[in-house]
Structure formats: structure tokens, C-alpha cells
């Protein structure tokens, strides 16, 4: 019997399951991952009685449909009903037909459907909600987490898997991979087929970009239109719903957005610690123009710092996350929204990466608009202190991903590039640093060089690659925030991340998406007339910083913790000893770069599966 953590599946906004078709062997293997516990694990049917879906939900987040041979599932947060989908199945002649129709609806869900004996499933080009697939006993079976299938195998994670995990960096495409190799992952973009054989499977492509063509002014009204979209598809049924408020752009354009739904808001805002700190000013800002809305201010020495608790987290995760370092400050205040009421809790993450773009688009117009590059780029120099030769030599590499990725092999143990680099090249080198045995990293040397050569870019345009990147290695720490924030009791949401409003910043000219001379100029015209100018005003944006080097040195001794019986190091991935002497000198040069992270991810996730298994 496959056994799931007892955090699995708490509640709203934590479903989770498995997909078979219509076979008796699927059914065989579909029972093994039935298991006892507090909450009974749900199934739904072919026609049948056979089982289709096997796994956690709840009631408010799933919609199903059947008509005649077709039989359809929508799972996770999307405004479609039954009659809709009933329709929709109906008219169906083809799978693949629906991948048009799903495009347009707002909202952040999985899509299963099953026709004829075959199944197609398919989760976010974002990212947020993704799809896997292994062979179990012969059959193949699709889930919506690696973990899932790895148990139902009875197989460990793979060590050249978890030394990857350890760059920082992980780029493209090996942060998407599963830990388990006998696990498939896949691509957001794709949709996964599953043959009436029950065993043969192919990924086809149901999304791609879109063109950046549009103006700011033939944009911004459709950013508008998907972002109140996807705020309504989670304030439409009404209740209590709570909201970031850090007086920033992205979170207070939600706020605005959620008070013109039928739902009564609470806003959080957690000042920073830092003086110079000035969210609380911005925030009630914004709250002298929203009279209904309920605003909760915290003490700002009462919030968790960086690295809090991290001997304590026992979430059941399919993947190293380094938003294990943020987990305490991210579920802090749940409580409390659930004392006032809230069924859900809607975050502004995500603005940063639809809203505004990579530089790297420079890179391209430096060639195709020299001119209007070359006056672009002098802006940029002086915003972000790039030095002249850095500037002239990252416009000068022409280096394909691959060829690109495969240096990169090379290169591990050197000192960060400068930022001018990192910003028109394909992204941030990856590194491995000094605790870091020779055996890992020739671990990750191999998987970089096998990777580098068959890898194709998310996009030709090193700036959309970059952008496609970015999203999603933001949605691969949300999904797990997701599942933590589910099982602390209200869920959280965050709608700059799904598809359709992606769709609608993606499509905007970089050039007009991301300049010196504004902050954020997509989102501060879409919002004009729905938030109110002088909270447009804003543009700076808080770091945080004091709390991560704050948390650096009280954590101390977890972190000194963390490394005696290393996982890690009994894997012989890491020198233990080096990781011990650095945790008694959290002031090391070079530690606020976060260069801990990705290490600290790892262990956390070993520590964490290791006790699931002891259970």
C-alpha cells in the first residue's frame, strides 16, 4: 500500500491524485494507492466502476462531466460548472480539442479527460500544477506528484539527482526533472497521453508563448481583463478572503481587485524590520481607499526570520524546495486570516515575474534596434551599476543555450559572474561551492554536459527563455508553499501566476515591458482607474534583507544542527565538517548571497522523507 504523509491532503487547496484508465491491471494498481488514515482517500469511476481518479480533494475544487463516450475532470481552482463541462464533453471528437478551450478559462487547475479508452492529462504552463508519469507493475500511471509513483515503486531518489540539486542555481531543464528516474516529468507545456493499453504514453504540446507584438496600450486592457478574471474566479462565491498587502504593486492591485468581488477582505500587512522599510507607509496608502476592507498590521518582531524552524518542518514534499528558508514567514499569519474568517489567502508573488521582464531582450535588440538599445542600455547601466566591459562583453556572447550550458560544466567553482552578465545572458550560471565533494560534482558536471546536449530553450529569444525560466522556477517553490499554506488551514492563490494572465503580460513588446525609466509599466496601466494614482506612485520594492542576515546569525545553532548526521553527507555529497564550520560563522563572507540555500533545501527534503519512511 502506498502510505502518504498525514499532512497530505488536510484540506482545500491541497488535491492531489493519481490517473488510470480502464483496464483490470490499471484497478490492481489503482488499490495500492488507496491507504488508511484521518482522511479517507477519494476515487472516482469509469463508467466501469473501474477506478479513474484515486487521491485527496476537496468537494469546492473539483468539477467532473460525462456525455456519452467522453468523460471530463477539473481540478483546482477554475469558474467552469458541470453543465459547461457536460457540454464540452459532448461536442468533444478529439482530445486535443481541448486544449483551446482550456487556454481561455481563468483560473490555476488540472485537466483530465478520458475518451475511447485513452486518457489525456495536463496541469499549467506555469508550472504551479504539474503532471508525472511511471510505469507501475507494467501499467502506466499519470499523478500530480513525483513522490506519489516513486513510493508506489518502492524506489530512493536518485544521488546524481540530489547533487544536481545542490547547484545555484539549478537552470533549465534540470531543475524540472523528478528526483527518481524511473519518474518521468512533464514538460508544463505538455499534455500527457496514456494509450487504451494502459502503457503507451507520448507528450504533445498544448502551449506555447505567445508573440510579443502588442503595444503597452493594446496590452494593458487585456492584463487588466485576465487579472480581474482570475481575482473573481476566487472571490465569486463570497466569504471572507484574505490578501497580501505590502503596499507593493502586485499585492495592492489585488487588494483593489478583491474589493470589487462579493467577498469581505482582510488585508496583512508585515512591516519590515529594517527602518528604511516603508511597506507599512504604502500599505495604508493604499487602505485610505478601501474603507471595507479590514486591515491587519503585525508586529514586525514577531515575524519569523529566514532559516526559522527549519529543524521542525516535517511537510511531505516531491522536491527539495529552497522555499523551506521562507516557510515560517510565509504561514506565520494563516492563523489569524483563519481566526477572522478566511477561506483563502491571496498573495501577490508572481507580479515580479509577469509583470516585469529580463533584460536579456536587450541582447536581441541591441542588434535588430541598435539606436534604441544603446540609449536603453545607458539606462540600465546607471540603474543597476553594470560595468561598461561586462555590459559590452555579455552583448558580444552569441552562445546558444546548449553551448552555454555545457561551459557551464567548466566553470562551477568560480567566483558569481557580474550582474551584467547574469542580466543579458541566458540567465545565472549555476555554481557549486566549497562543501561540495569532488564526487558531486562530477555528478553534476556529467548531468549539465548530457543535458547541454539535446537542450532547446524555452524560446530562440534568450529574454523569453529567460522570462519562461524565471515563472517557472518561481512556480516550482509556490506549488510547495501551496501544499504547506493547505495544511495549515487556508489555502493561499496567487494570481499573477496563472496561464491566461501570463498570456496577457508575455504578449506585451519587452521593450515596453521592461525600461530604466518606469517600474512596472505594464501592471501600473492596467491598474490606472482601478487602483488609485498615488499608490501607482510607488517604486521601490522591499528586500528583506535585515531579516535574512538577522536570521543567518539567530539560527545559528539549527543550522550547526542541521549538519551533524548529514544526509548529505552520509551520501558523500557534502563535506560535513565544512558545513559545520561555516554554520559558527554566519557572518562569512559571501553567505548573504544565499548561497546556502539550495544545500539547505536538500537536507531539509532528505530529513523530511526519512521520517515519512520511519512512519
Known amino acids: 500500500m502506498t502510505e502518504l504523509h498525514e499532512s497530505a491532503g488536510t484540506g482545500p487547496g491541497d488535491a492531489h491524485f493519481a490517473v488510470f484508465t480502464d483496464r483490470e491491471d490499471a484497478a490492481a ?27 485527496q480533494w476537496d468537494d469546492q475544487e473539483i468539477v467532473t462531466a460525462r456525455a456519452g463516450r467522453t468523460a471530463l475532470a477539473v481540478v483546482g481552482c477554475c469558474p467552469v460548472d458541470a453543465a459547461e463541462l457536460r457540454a464540452r464533453a459532448g461536442r468533444l471528437r478529439d482530445l486535443a480539442e481541448l486544449d483551446t478551450w482550456a487556454r481561455s478559462l481563468p483560473g490555476s487547475f488540472h485537466l483530465v479527460a478520458a475518451m475511447d479508452g485513452q486518457l489525456r492529462v495536463r496541469g499549467t504552463a506555469s508550472g504551479l500544477r504539474l503532471v508525472f508519469h511511471a510505469a507501475v507493475d507494467g501499467v502506466r ?42 519518474v518521468t516529468a512533464v514538460p508544463p507545456q505538455d499534455a500527457l497521453t496514456v494509450a487504451a493499453d494502459g502503457r503507451t504514453v507520448r507528450h504533445s504540446r498544448w502551449w506555447t508563448p505567445p508573440e510579443p507584438v502588442r503595444t503597452l496600450a493594446d496590452g494593458a486592457p487585456l492584463v487588466r481583463e485576465a487579472l480581474i478574471a482570475a481575482v473573481d474566479a476566487r472571490t465569486r462565491q463570497g466569504g ?15 487588494c483593489f481587485l478583491a474589493d470589487r468581488s462579493p467577498a469581505k477582505v482582510v488585508a496583512s500587512t508585515w512591516p519590515g524590520r529594517d527602518p528604511a522599510d516603508t511597506d507599512l507607509h504604502w500599505a495604508r496608502q493604499a487602505t485610505k481607499h478601501l474603507p471595507d476592507v479590514e486591515h491587519v498590521v503585525w508586529d514586525a518582531d514577531a515575524s519569523p526570520l529566514v532559516y526559522d524552524d527549519l529543524l521542525g518542518i516535517d511537510d511531505l514534499l516531491d522536491e527539495p524546495t529552497i522555499g523551506v528558508m521562507d516557510r515560517s514567514r510565509v504561514l506565520h499569519h ?34 535588430t534596434r541598435p539606436l534604441f538599445a544603446l540609449r536603453q542600455l545607458r539606462g540600465f547601466r546607471a540603474l543597476w ?28 567553482r568560480e567566483p558569481l559572474p557580474a550582474t551584467a552578465t547574469t542580466s543579458l545572458g541566458w540567465g545565472m550560471p549555476p555554481r557549486l561551492f566549497d562543501w561540495v565533494t569532488p564526487d558531486a560534482e562530477h555528478m553534476v558536471r556529467r548531468a549539465l554536459r548530457e543535458a547541454a546536449s539535446t537542450v532547446v530553450p524555452l524560446h530562440p529569444d ?6 519562461l525560466e ?22 493561499m492563490a496567487s494570481p499573477f501566476l496563472d496561464d491566461r494572465v501570463i498570456d496577457a503580460c508575455l504578449a506585451i513588446r519587452p521593450d515596453e515591458r521592461v525600461t530604466p525609466w518606469a ?5 501600473t496601466a492596467a491598474m490606472r482607474g482601478i487602483v488609485p494614482e498615488t499608490c501607482l506612485r510607488r517604486t521601490t520594492k522591499a528586500a528583506a534583507a535585515m531579516d535574512a542576515a538577522d536570521g543567518l546569525r539567530r539560527h545559528r545553532a539549527d543550522l550547526l544542527a542541521l549538519w551533524e548526521d548529514s544526509r548529505l553527507e552520509q551520501l558523500g555529497l557534502v563535506d560535513g565538517k565544512a558545513l559545520r564550520h561555516l554554520a559558527q560563522r554566519p557572518s562569512a563572507p559571501g553567505l548573504r548571497d544565499a548561497i546556502l540555500y539550495s544545500t539547505i533545501a536538500a537536507e531539509v527534503w532528505l530529513r523530511g522523507t526519512s521520517r515519512a519512511r520511519a512512519r
Open 29 to 55: 494498481v489503482a488499490r495500492s494507492f488507496t491507504r488508511s488514515g484521518t482522511r479517507e482517500t477519494r476515487v472516482l469511476e469509469h463508467p466501469s466502476g473501474r477506478p479513474w481518479l484515486v487521491g
Open 141 to 182: 500511471v499519470a499523478a500530480t506528484r513525483a513522490d506519489v509513483l516513486a513510493a508506489a515503486l518502492g524506489h530512493d531518489p536518485e544521488e546524481e539527482q540530489l547533487a544536481v540539486r545542490l547547484l545555484w542555481p539549478v537552470p533549465y531543464p534540470l531543475f524540472e526533472a523528478s528526483l527518481w528516474r524511473a
Open 240 to 254: 471572507v478572503i484574505s490578501c497580501d498587502l505590502s503596499g507593493g504593486l502586485d499585492s495592492t492591485s489585488l
Open 334 to 367: 494563516l492563523p489569524g486570516m483563519a481566526e477572522r474568517g478566511s477561506r483563502l489567502h491571496l498573495t501577490g508573488i508572481g507580479g515580479d515575474h509577469v509583470a516585469w521582464c529580463s533584460e536579456a531582450y536587450y541582447h536581441r535588440l541591441a542588434r
Open 385 to 412: 551599476q553594470w560595468p561598461l566591459g561586462a555590459t559590452v562583453r555579455a552583448l558580444a556572447d552569441s552562445r546558444p543555450y546548449g553551448r552555454s550550458l555545457a561551459d557551464a560544466a567548466g566553470h562551477l
Open 462 to 467: 534568450r529574454g523569453l527563455h529567460t522570462d
Open 470 to 491: 524565471q515563472i517557472r522556477s518561481c512556480t516550482r517553490i509556490i506549488r510547495q508553499w501551496d501544499r504547506m499554506a493547505a495544511r495549515a488551514g487556508v489555502p
Open 519 to 523: 517600474y512596472k509599466p505594464v501592471l
